[in-house]
């Protein structure tokens, strides 16, 4: 009954604000369905694709949310205990992760679709526009890092649950690998034959669950078959995502990213069903403490940490860059742009609460014992779901799937768009200024996963673990420069008072929780003692240059803002031509 009465308290609160601050949103943003959108005039069936809003609505969904509205509320439960979490997730997503999410995205539409740098470079300078590019390649880079270890560790390993059951990572790669060609067939067969979305959803979703159930039975198993070591199989599965990355983002998006991105948003709502399903008939009762304290047992103050550890779910700058990058293109109206935008948002935040629900369940002994995120995260939806009587092997294995799914969509549209970024900065175009810049954007975070990192006993650790930090804390501060110039763009446009509360507050928020943190990291990684010592690790020197980027666009928006405040100067007056000229 807790856990009932926290779900429908969290989803109420949070269909009041779609209605309430969502509709609000939508008047002073003045969306008009009768605007032509790029994915119209600019339709090319390759980037440019109008699409109906439930289709987009959950290819979008599931390429923001991917892992993050997972490993986030999960760490910060873990560490702070669950109520602090709950709070952000809803204050956050309301009031500051909605407004970013739908207004970078019309702010997008209504630039032609470019980027929210474009809008940056129009409304501030070119070098707002250069210093926001080289952050936001910077911050890909590190998600990129970050998802791509969190997979690989789930296809490594067994891990053994409670009840004795063993989960074979062998398993979850193959499931993981079956469900991949399930996408391509189906763009193929939407592309080439008369067979209609609906028809192919009800054939090629049971086709997912035969794909969760057979990868037992043919297991992708480096570790048996190369006599590899776990951490050398990590290594490995790296590289092969990696791979995975540079191929799935240059092919068409009618390939691969739409059809996955539409089977994938069914493996959220399906998710969420089953939560909701095990709230009701499961009979499970809260657990662990509530709140254990303004600082972790491991030393972490709740001020900044938490708001950088839970990002998606709350406000998360890499939406922006879905928004602007891929989701912009294929907006049919602009009216769209609030269940897409401000409502997936609330989605996404939604998914994070039942991601908290799995640690909830727990004692502190058990969520110190699981440890792993996505592991907590699987074995929460089994616990929910025990009532039913399905195999507990099954319901574990969907729900490591579900995760490994909701991350491929974040890692190759992250691909897609540095490769973006950086034709834009290169100027190459054509076929061989693609195959270059995406093989730079995948070998940039090859080099940081082949790092082999340690603790402070000389254990090895896995890649993400060592960077999460650094990509919370980017992540956020992506998101305060997306805030940013959306100040700056409506204040330019608009010169309404509503700006600075709507979007300048949040701004100043974000600035300060992401930039505390980096500056925790810089201290941390450079200092011993008050004493400044240099070292190799990139983490504190990545962080530097984040926050240097940071701190010059802020200066940037502030010349700008300097700018509205004054009367424009007065037109010159021209020569009185002379007679005959």
């Known amino acids: 009954m807790e856990f009932l009465l926290i779900a429908v308290g969290a989803a109420g609160i949070l269909i009041a604000a779609y209605f309430t601050y969502g509709s609000l949103l939508a008047r002073l943003l003045n969306l008009n369905p009768e605007t032509p959108t790029p994915a119209v005039t600019m339709r090319d069936d390759v980037d440019y694709a109008p699409i109906d809003t439930k289709f987009l609505l959950g290819q979008h969904f599931s390429a923001i949310a991917a892992a993050g509205p997972i490993v986030g509320p999960i760490l910060a439960g873990l560490w702070f205990g669950w109520a602090p979490a709950l709070v952000w997730i809803l204050v956050g997503s309301i009031l500051i992760g909605g407004f970013h999410d739908m207004a970078s995205l019309v702010a997008s539409v209504r630039h032609k679709a470019r980027s929210i740098a474009e809008v940056v470079r129009e409304h501030m300078s070119r070098r707002a526009f250069l ?3 080289a952050f936001v390649w910077i911050a ?12 690989a560790g789930s296809f490594v390993g067994r891990q053994k649950l409670e009840n004795g059951l063993e989960i074979h990572g062998s398993a979850i790669a193959a499931s993981s690998a079956m469900y991949l060609v399930l996408p391509v067939i189906m763009g193929v067969l939407l592309r080439y034959t ?7 959803t009800a054939i090629f979703l049971p086709l997912v669950g035969v794909a969760i159930w057979g990868g037992r039975f043919a297991p992708i198993d480096l570790e048996a078959w190369f006599g590899l070591q776990p951490h050398q199989a990590h290594k490995i599965w790296d590289v092969i995502l990696l791979a995975y990355c540079f191929v799935a983002s240059l092919v068409p998006m009618w390939l ?7 089977l994938g948003g069914y493996f959220l709502y399906v998710a969420l069903g089953c939560f909701a399903t095990g709230l009701l008939f499961g009979g499970r009762t809260i657990e662990y403490p509530a709140f254990i304290g303004w600082v972790s047992e491991k030393g972490a103050p709740l001020f900044p940490i938490l708001f950088i550890t839970i990002a998606c779910g709350a406000c998360s700058g890499f939406h922006s860059i879905i928004a602007t990058g891929t989701t912009c293109k294929q907006l049919k109206k602009e009216t769209d742009a609030k269940p897409i935008g401000y409502g997936a948002m609330l989605l996404e935040a939604m998914v ?3 991601s908290l629900f799995c640690v909830m369940m727990l004692t502190k002994k058990e969520g110190a014992a699981l440890a792993k995120p996505d592991l907590i995260y699987a074995n929460g939806l089994a616990g929910f779901l025990s009532f039913t009587g399905l195999e507990k092997q099954f319901v574990v294995t969907f729900g490591m799937l579900a995760f490994t799914t909701f991350v491929y969509d974040t890692l190759d549209v992250c691909t897609r ?3 973006y970024i950086l034709q834009e900065l290169t100027g190459a175009q054509g076929p061989v200024g693609r195959w270059v810049t995406t093989a730079v954007m995948v070998l940039a975070p090859l080099y940081f996963l082949l790092d082999t990192p340690v603790d402070d006993k000389g254990n090895l650790i896995p890649a993400w673990r060592k960077f999460w930090p650094l990509f919370g804390a980017s992540n956020q501060l992506l998101a305060a420069l997306t805030l940013i110039g959306l100040t700056v763009w409506l204040l330019r446009t608009t010169r309404k008072w509503w700006v600075l509360p709507v979007a300048g507050l949040p701004t100043v928020f974000m600035y300060a929780m992401s930039g505390w943190t980096l500056l925790q990291i810089i201290e941390a990684g450079l200092f011993k003692e008050g004493a400044f010592q240099a070292n190799t690790d990139p983490v ?10 940071a701190a010059l666009v802020a200066l940037e928006a502030i010349l700008v803002f300097a700018r509205l405040g004054k009367p424009p100067a007065p037109p010159q007056s021209q020569p009185t031509p002379a007679p005959g000229d």
Do not use: E, K
């Open 131 to 133: 210093l926001f590019l």
């Open 417 to 419: 768009l540095g490769r």
């Open 194 to 200: 008369r067979l209609s979305l609906g028809v192919a």
């Open 140 to 151: 890909l880079v590190y998600i990129i890092v970050a998802f791509t270890d969190v997979v």
């Open 540 to 549: 504190p020197w990545v962080a530097l240059v984040l926050l240097a980027l």
């Open 256 to 262: 691969l990213l739409q059809p996955r991105g539409h």
């Open 352 to 354: 994070a609460v039942t």
